[in-house]
């Protein structure tokens, strides 16, 4: 039996809230923290990295509103197996590809990320910008 003083420590998570305007808040990782990167051009879908953006790259949710222990782990492992920048555009890609279909890949602004995602179950209403 081991006690909590012996036991290893839990892997801490990478998941953040971020806010996208009028309190309306979502779970995302920050897969590259220098603010080098734009949002995706006309013809493309993907993020790029220019020497002329001003936004992180990083992994959002945007599937059910209902964030549960079920999304924050898809998170986590995602993020687990994202490459590690500078990343190729056709490396990028194809991590996108294999990404569950709630998880894409967005160039937020820094001022976007407020913070590590808390455990409490009771966020899940700011997400959606519901009141009890």
């Given at each position: 039996?081991?006690?909590?003083?012996?036991s290893?420590?839990?892997?801490?998570?990478r998941?953040?809230?971020?806010?996208?305007?009028?309190?309306l808040?979502?779970p995302?990782?920050?897969?590259?923290?220098?603010?080098?990167w734009?949002?995706?051009?006309?013809?493309h879908?993907?993020?790029?990295?220019?020497?002329?953006?001003?936004s992180?790259?990083?992994?959002?949710w945007?599937?059910p509103?209902?964030?549960?222990?079920?999304v924050?782990?898809?998170?986590?492992?995602?993020?687990?197996?994202?490459?590690?920048?500078?990343v190729?555009?056709?490396?990028?890609?194809?991590?996108?590809?294999?990404?569950?279909?709630?998880?894409?890949l967005?160039?937020?602004?820094?001022?976007?990320?407020?913070?590590?995602?808390?455990?409490?179950?009771?966020?899940?209403?700011?997400?959606?910008?519901?009141?009890?």
């Amino acid at each position: 039996m081991t006690s909590p003083a012996t036991s290893p420590p839990a892997l801490a998570s990478r998941v953040q809230i971020a806010c996208r305007g009028l309190g309306l808040l979502f779970p995302t990782v920050v897969l590259d923290p220098l603010p080098v990167w734009s949002a995706p051009p006309a013809d493309h879908r993907l993020p790029v990295r220019t020497g002329e953006g001003h936004s992180l790259l990083a992994l959002r949710w945007d599937g059910p509103h209902d964030i549960d222990g079920e999304v924050l782990a898809t998170l986590d492992e995602a993020d687990n197996q994202a490459p590690h920048p500078p990343v190729p555009d056709a490396e990028l890609s194809q991590y996108q590809d294999v990404l569950d279909d709630h998880l894409h890949l967005t160039a937020p602004p820094a001022s976007s990320i407020l913070g590590p995602w808390p455990p409490n179950a009771g966020l899940s209403l700011l997400h959606t910008g519901d009141h009890p």
